[in-house]
């Protein structure tokens, strides 16, 4: 899936908060997240784990915002799937034996066991902070500072941390073994 695809719902979301307000932004949102899934599902006939925990963030943060007309939870919604996500980096240390990250990026790179413990490490700390930060402007911010922050926080902050990763790994590689 492009990059586009997989953003394509928070780009809606923010165009919907824009035009109309928080609660149709998160029905789109809802919708939208639905869809991709159906879209990836069709297409490839898998489902990522990333995209499964948020698709089922959206859909239940998302459907108590519109039941209790609670804007609250939306909000809380990003600080959750961040906290879930470094949960998973954290676990795959003991669970399947490898780090996450190594998993994902090791048929592109050759990496010492400590530097893959690092980034795995490294990602930890940025999903915590990006989640404790969108708490804090949630709770400190009106929704429309929010919504805008929410937005560098999806696409700007996680494509900022991964290119300054990339000079880290470059740093670092090894080459392939024969």
């Known amino acids: 899936m492009t990059l586009f695809f997989e953003f394509l719902p928070v780009l809606l979301f923010f165009a919907a908060f824009k035009l109309w307000g928080l609660m149709v932004a ?3 949102l809802i919708a939208a997240t639905t869809v ?5 599902w069709v297409r ?4 990522k784990w990333m995209q499964l925990v948020t698709a089922g963030a959206v859909l239940v943060f998302g459907g ?3 039941a209790l007309d609670n804007e609250l939870f939306i909000k809380w919604k990003p600080t959750i799937v961040y906290a879930l996500i470094a949960l998973v980096f954290v676990a795959s240390h003991w669970i399947g034996g490898r780090p996450v990250i190594r998993r994902m990026l090791e048929a592109s790179v050759s990496l010492p066991d400590r530097i893959w413990a ?4 490294l990602w930890v ?10 708490l ?5 911010f009106d929704t429309d500072t929010w919504v805008n922050f929410k937005l560098i926080a999806a696409i700007g902050l996680p494509i900022a941390f991964a290119i300054a990763q990339g000079f880290y790994i470059a740093r670092h590689a090894q080459e392939p073994t024969p």
């Open 125 to 134: 700390v940025f999903f915590l902070a990006v989640g404790a930060l969108n």
């Open 118 to 121: 690092r980034l795995s490490a």
């Open 36 to 40: 991709q899934v159906i879209v990836s």
């Open 136 to 140: 804090w402007v949630a709770y400190n």
């Open 44 to 47: 490839t006939r898998t489902i």
């Open 64 to 66: 108590i915002t519109l």
């Open 26 to 28: 998160t029905a789109v």
